[in-house]
């Protein structure tokens, strides 16, 4: 039965590394076939819900990854890394002129999710506090590992990004945005790379 197990879990494992490496691949050749085409990034265009599905499945790795986890301390760090995916991705939805505009348009124009947020932000911190300096190392160690490399190399990218939005790089609008969201689109799928290296690690 253990062999039978141990079998599953490493076919499980190889299979989310060959998806991860093609996704890579399909993001590399996506940016290199549709930069100098603005029409490629339109509001809730191809780059933008490419973005959004990478946030949420980082999301969802990162919280599978806390519901399995052993204890307190590691759970709650795993929590604070999905609110983080969480985060960045109600940063980037936007419902206007979708079929949910008439259903969550009232929610989003108030920052209403901003608020549930931060409310489970707030959740989050305050069930750490008796545990904050444990807290503190584990997620140092968790982040001075692979974990870090790849969270680090998306919020690059994303920063990359954000530059760009404003001009950063040049004056041209169009060639912004195909930057801003070609680079927005790198720093995502890192960030959902780094939930699933954290997820594959800890299930070893």
């Known amino acids: 039965m253990s062999s039978l197990t141990s079998s599953h879990s490493g076919a499980v ?19 290199w076939f549709c930069f100098g085409d603005v029409s490629w990034y339109d509001e809730n265009g191809l780059f933008e ?3 959004d599905a990478f946030l949420a499945a980082g ?24 609110l ?7 940063r980037e939805i936007d419902v206007r002129g ?24 707030i959740a989050v911190v305050a069930l ?18 692979l974990t870090g490399a790849l969270l680090l190399a998306g919020i690059f990218f994303y920063v990359m990004g954000d530059f760009a939005e404003k001009h950063f790089f040049t004056g041209n609008v169009d060639v ?12 995502t799928f890192f960030l959902c790379l780094s939930a699933w290296v954290t997820c594959r690690r800890h299930r070893q």
């Open 13 to 31: 494992k190889y299979t989310g590394d060959a998806l991860a490496a093609l996704l890579f691949a399909i993001t590399c050749f996506q940016i």
């Open 49 to 51: 819900l490419s973005q």
């Open 59 to 82: 999301a969802v790795l990162f919280f599978a990854d806390a519901v399995l986890a052993v204890d307190r301390v590691s759970r709650l760090a795993l929590l604070a890394l999905t």
């Open 84 to 90: 983080f995916c969480l985060s960045i991705l109600f």
């Open 98 to 121: 979708t079929n949910l505009d008439p259903y969550l348009n009232y929610a989003f124009q108030h920052r209403w999710h901003y608020v549930f947020l931060g409310c489970l932000w």
């Open 128 to 145: 750490s506090a008796r545990h904050f300096r444990l807290s503190c190392l584990y997620m140092l160690r968790l982040l001075a590992g």
């Open 176 to 187: 912004s945005e195909m930057v801003e969201e070609s680079m927005e689109q790198l720093g």
